[in-house]
């Protein structure tokens, strides 16, 4: 299935596309729709849609200008713009862009739908193209692409002077000459633990960088990635670095069984500083290892001991565990512990009493590590009587030590990825109270916060577990059905109450959310 966004200023040729074409029969599916393409722009960075329709004459940002920017910000998107002007300069612009396709209005619908299975047809091709996995193993194990890695793992590990890695790096038409630099380091995991896939995966990171000339990636391991952003400005960099990391995420939990976590550094000014960030992406990423899970973290997403170079003590693996594991895990760290209980009631107390300050020292240790203090975070299991309550049986084990490893764990996740409680309550009020605000979308949210709009659309999507725009929908939804219920509103009038440019993709929004329509839920 294909996502499909259509941009347009007339709210005829939208809601034409929308209606006309059977989306429940088809291969594409509707994600959305814009009047123009400054809304569309923040809209299409949430939704991530696969093909993109777009007008060329609107007002604000014109077609043209919002095709360049979308090819910049995600490259994956394919694009088909619509025009009433049969002119030459136009059509070559779009094709300089990378325009799929440039259709003269006014058009049929089959000719709309072949060009939509023309676009299909070209993604496929793409698709068979990414996993073609004997292609993949013969470039991933010729000399060149060896020679070319030794280079990038010298200059990321900080073991060749800049101006010999600059030197090199040109017999590999590589420019590693920028004024800011940022190193991201993804760790890549196949959840069946299948080698094509994680094969796979390689192919499609390789060749969404290989069409950036921003970035210069390469494999320092068999699953971890590494990738340098670099730009002309501290800003652009950062923002740059958080949208390749999504549009990598994006793809690979489209097209594979793999999942990515990516590491942020901090960005530098300065060539001999770039093993600094990669230092620091690689200690983030030892930090906040999820190893069935799509993540990104940046360099200020944890709180970082002032000491970098913390090491685990090799005696207490508990603590090694309690810093990497999910709660899904707990049951596997109980199950181990009661093994080691055996079957002896005699002894149980004693050997449970053992067993339960190894936990009570991991636990000690761990939120030390976080900055924080045992006596004042869990207080409770330093005294007599937790001990000796927890060691009576085997049922009092087995709940207090889940307790407690719950604890930490979700004290550890609070103070590793929770930062930013305060950023999505005010990026929440802020939605509350401009909702109805037809204009409100993810940059002036963002731009509210003091974030950039790849950045937040980053952690409002990981802390909600939703994305902005989805989020922004059910918000406006809630809104239309409290006005349903208790007033007489008519349906078109609550559509605009409540943000919505268009009454009728309103009635299509709040049927595809609700299940029915205005009317009927309305009576209902």
Not at 99 to 128: H, R
Not at 211 to 228: C, K, R, S
């Amino acid at each position: 299935m294909y996502s499909v966004f259509i941009v347009d200023d007339e709210t005829i040729v939208r809601e034409g596309l929308r209606s006309k074409i059977d989306w429940e029969h088809s291969i594409f599916t509707f994600a959305g729709e814009a009047g123009d393409g400054e809304i569309a722009l923040s809209m299409i960075q949430d939704i991530k849609p696969d093909i993109l329709i777009t007008d060329i004459k609107m007002p604000f940002m014109d077609g043209l200008e919002l095709a360049q920017t979308v090819k910049k910000l995600q490259p994956w998107i394919r694009i088909i713009i619509l025009s009433g002007h049969d002119e030459f300069d136009y059509a070559k612009r779009a094709i300089s862009i990378g325009v799929e396709d440039y259709i003269l209005k006014p058009f049929t619908l089959d000719e709309m739908i072949a060009c939509l299975t023309k676009v299909a047809s070209e993604l496929d091709k793409q698709k068979q193209q990414f996993t073609d996995i004997a292609r993949m193993k013969r470039e991933l194990e010729s000399s060149y692409m060896l020679s070319r890695e030794k280079l990038l793992s010298d200059v990321v590990l900080g073991t060749i002077d800049s101006s010999t890695a600059i030197r090199k790096a040109s017999d590999f038409n590589i420019n590693l000459v920028a004024h800011y630099y940022i190193v991201c380091v993804s760790m890549i995991n196949s959840k069946d633990n299948d080698i094509n896939q994680l094969i796979a995966a390689k192919s499609y990171i390789i060749q969404l960088t290989n069409n950036e000339q921003d970035i210069i990636g390469f494999f320092l391991a068999p699953n971890t990635f590494v990738a340098i952003v670099k730009n002309s400005t501290k800003e652009f960099c950062e923002d740059r670095a958080f949208n390749y990391a999504d549009t990598i995420q994006h793809e690979l939990s489209k097209n594979t069984g793999c999942t990515i976590v990516t590491a942020i550094g901090p960005c530098i000014d300065h060539f001999t500083q770039i093993a600094n960030s990669f230092q620091d992406a690689s200690y983030i990423l030892k930090q906040c290892h999820f190893s069935d899970k799509n993540k990104i973290i940046g360099s200020n997403d944890i709180n970082k001991s002032n000491d970098s170079s913390i090491v685990l003590q090799e005696n207490d693996p508990l603590v090694d565990r309690l810093n990497y594991a999910d709660e899904s895990e707990i049951d596997q760290i109980i199950t181990e512990y009661i093994a080691l209980l055996g079957e002896n009631p005699d002894h149980f107390s004693i050997i449970a009493s053992y067993l339960l300050v190894d936990v009570i020292m991991a636990v000690s240790k761990v939120i030390e590590e976080l900055g924080g203090n045992i006596k004042e975070v869990m207080p409770e299991i330093l005294t007599h009587s937790f001990v000796d309550n927890a060691v009576k049986n085997e049922k009092n084990f087995i709940c207090e030590i889940r307790r407690v490893l719950t604890s930490i764990l979700q004290y550890r996740n609070a103070h590793i990825q929770g930062r930013y409680a305060d950023v999505i309550l005010r990026a929440k009020k802020y939605i509350d109270k401009n909702y109805a605000d037809p204009d409100i979308c993810l940059h002036s949210t963002a731009e509210a916060v003091n974030f950039s709009p790849n950045h937040f659309s980053t952690i409002f999507s990981q802390e909600c577990k939703t994305t902005f725009i989805e989020y922004l929908t059910s918000v406006r939804i809630e809104q239309a059905k409290k006005l349903l219920k208790s007033t007489d509103m008519k349906s078109a009038d609550i559509a605009y109450e409540v943000g919505f440019n268009d009454p009728h993709y309103f009635s299509f929004i709040f049927k595809k959310v609700t299940g029915v329509s205005p009317r009927d839920y309305r009576n209902m």
